[in-house]
């Protein structure tokens, strides 16, 4: 073991110093007094037997660590003292003392200043005083190191050993390292690249930016920015009041943030996500993600699995997702698209939009509109005071909805539609449907089973139904064209008009019956020619008109203004009952001009 010291003396102004002291009121205002400069250098070397670490204790004062390949440890040290007189300087410079102490785990090094000055802020005492020790160590490449320091740099590189650094009020800085690193800052940002081990970091009130880790990650950070690349696995990020950026790390990865936002992508696994106050963006995550903020938006981009988020007063957007989709909000839009399985969105005060989804929906919102479109297995859609627009459903349809129209088109397998309030309009269905609403037009075309459609106060119009029409309607009118199968209406206060009717189903023999019932409204139905029906029509404070050739069973009956008739229509072979009140009831050929 050996040292020497180097003690000297020199005059110099110092401008921080003036600043500082004019701040305590040290000096009158002017021009910065003269100061004398004490400095003196301190060098030891000590061998390290195998498996010793070294332990360095420090305050006010850069540390440099490098290594090298051999057991010698190489210390030197920079005293620096500056006081209003050099005698003030070399006296307390001579006091400052750094210590090495061998034991048998590690080197101990320790700085240790005089008694009277460890208090003074920024290292100005009472005689007007400020310090400092600088340290440049030579590190043998394999020895743990630990480190405590205060009110400076530290920066250490090429180590094989483990670090383990504690610092404050200065810029932390580890490259190119072997083995873990556990680094603590405050004050002062934390750098770390090119570390072959796992590596934890926490810090306050400055940035984190960690790059190229071949092990895991775990960073704690208060008021800064985190930023992490090439992180080879999983890595744990707990941040506040800065923003945090992840990319190229392994999964499963977590973040935590407030007050700031969050960016991740390229991440070979998990990822979860939880933040408040900030924006949340997702991208290139190849296993499942969950995310969720608030009072921002989320915004999730290439998720190779499931994808589930939460969200509070914010827009959530996501494309190309693998699996299934979970997606609860509030007050803001959702937009998904491109989902490789389930769709499951409960979003309130907010717009639904979904495109190209490979699986079933559920989408629920409200006060706000859904548009959904290619959805290959069944949609269920809930929405109140918004529309709803749904196309091109693989599957079955069930939609609800008050205080906004519906219109759907292109389902394969059946729909139910239900509305209050508002208009409903269903095409190119396959499969029977059901309408139900109020104080809306229900419409239909193109419908490939049965049509079964309740309305109140509001209208029925549909054509091209395949199969069977059963309609309940009032105070509007019911028109019905082309429809394959029978007719059931029950209509109150308002017009019922059929054309276009088939006889017969396509490839059967059997009738398709006929029955209407309105009343306050004329009743007019436009027959096949090629079908015989057996008649009965009656109505009060009305006429029965025919243009088909009818053979009544009695003559015309009737008192008043009410009248009702019995009869057949060619062969007679299929029903049609037709009861009105208050109004004219007719039987015509052809079709309705056009209007």
């Known amino acids: 073991m050996s040292g020497t010291e180097r003690p000297r003396t020199r005059r110099l102004a110092l401008a921080w110093l003036w600043a500082a002291a004019a701040c305590h009121g040290l000096w009158a205002a002017g021009a910065a007094p003269q100061r004398e400069e004490y400095t003196r250098n301190f060098q030891k070397s000590v061998t390290l037997a195998a498996g010793q670490g070294v332990r360095l204790e420090h305050s006010n004062g850069d540390i440099v660590v490098r290594t090298h390949g051999s057991s010698e440890l190489r210390i030197d040290a920079s005293i620096r003292v500056s006081a209003a007189s050099a005698a003030d300087a070399a006296a307390f410079g001579n006091e400052i003392r750094i210590q090495v102490e061998p034991t048998a785990t590690a080197i101990w090094i320790r700085t240790s200043y005089p008694e009277s000055r460890r208090d003074s802020f920024l290292g100005l005492g009472r005689r007007n005083i400020s310090y400092s020790v600088n340290y440049e160590i030579a590190l043998p490449q394999a020895a743990p190191l630990q480190i405590r320091n205060r009110f400076g740099n530290v920066s250490v590189s090429n180590t094989k050993g483990g670090v383990d650094i504690t610092n404050a009020h200065g810029l932390l800085t580890l490259r190119d390292g072997q083995g873990g690193a556990r680094l603590e800052n405050s004050f002062g940002g934390v750098e770390v690249s090119q570390n072959l081990g796992d590596v934890s970091v926490t810090n306050g009130n400055n940035f984190v930016t960690v790059t190229d880790v071949k092990g895991s990650l775990n960073v704690r950070n208060r008021f800064g920015n ?13 941040n506040g009041n800065g923003t945090v950026e992840l990319s190229i790390a392994a999964g499963p990865s977590r ?10 992508a390229d991440v070979t696994g998990d990822l979860t996500v939880t933040s408040n106050n900030g924006a949340v963006e997702a991208r290139n995550v190849t296993g499942a993600a969950e995310l969720s903020t608030s009072f921002s938006s989320i915004t999730a981009n290439d998720v190779g699995r499931k994808l589930t988020v939460s969200g509070n007063n914010n827009r959530v957007t996501a494309l190309k997702i693998g699996e ?9 839009a959702v937009e998904l698209g491109n989902v490789g399985g389930d769709v ?3 979003n309130r005060n907010g717009k639904v939009v979904v495109r190209d989804i490979r699986g079933a929906a559920v989408l629920r919102t409200s006060f706000g509109d859904i548009d959904a479109s290619g959805i290959s297995g069944n949609a269920t859609v809930i929405d109140n005071n918004g529309a709803v627009l749904v196309r091109d459903v693989g599957g079955a349809a069930d939609i609800r909805n008050s205080f906004g129209k519906i219109e759907v088109g292109s389902v394969r397998r059946g729909l139910k539609a239900i509305s209050g309030n508002s208009n409903v309009t269903v095409s190119d269905i396959t499969g029977d449907v059901y309408v139900k609403t109020s104080f809306g037009l229900a419409k239909a075309e193109r419908i490939g089973g049965s049509l079964t459609a309740e309305n109140s106060n509001g209208g029925v119009r549909a054509a091209g139904v395949k199969g069977f029409a059963s309609v309940r309607a009032t105070f509007a009118p019911v028109i019905l064209d082309n429809i394959g199968g029978g007719v059931d209406v029950d209509n109150q206060n308002g017009l019922v008009e059929l054309a276009g009717l088939a006889g017969r189903s396509t490839g059967s023999r059997a009738c398709n019956n006929i029955t209407v019932k309105t009343s ?5 139905v436009y027959l096949p020619q090629d079908t015989g029906y057996a008649v009965s029509a009656r109505t009060s404070f009305g006429r029965i008109n025919s243009e088909h050739a009818l053979t009544m069973d009695g003559s015309l009956a009737g008192s008043g203004s009410s009248a009702s008739i019995t009869g057949k229509i060619g062969g007679g072979e299929c029903e049609l009952r037709l009861t009105n009140g208050n109004g004219n009831i007719d039987i015509l050929k052809g079709r309705p001009k056009p209007k």
Do not use: E, Q
Not at 324 to 332: E, I, L, Q, R
Not at 520 to 524: A, D, Q, T
């Open 255 to 264: 973040i935590h943030n407030s007050f700031g936002a969050v960016t991740a």
């Open 344 to 346: 499951d969105v409960a």
């Open 226 to 238: 985190v930023k992490a690349v090439r992180i080879s696995k999983p890595a744990v990020i707990d």
């Open 324 to 332: 299934s989709a979970t997606v609860n909000n509030t007050f803001g």
């Open 520 to 524: 306050f409204g004329p009743i007019r």
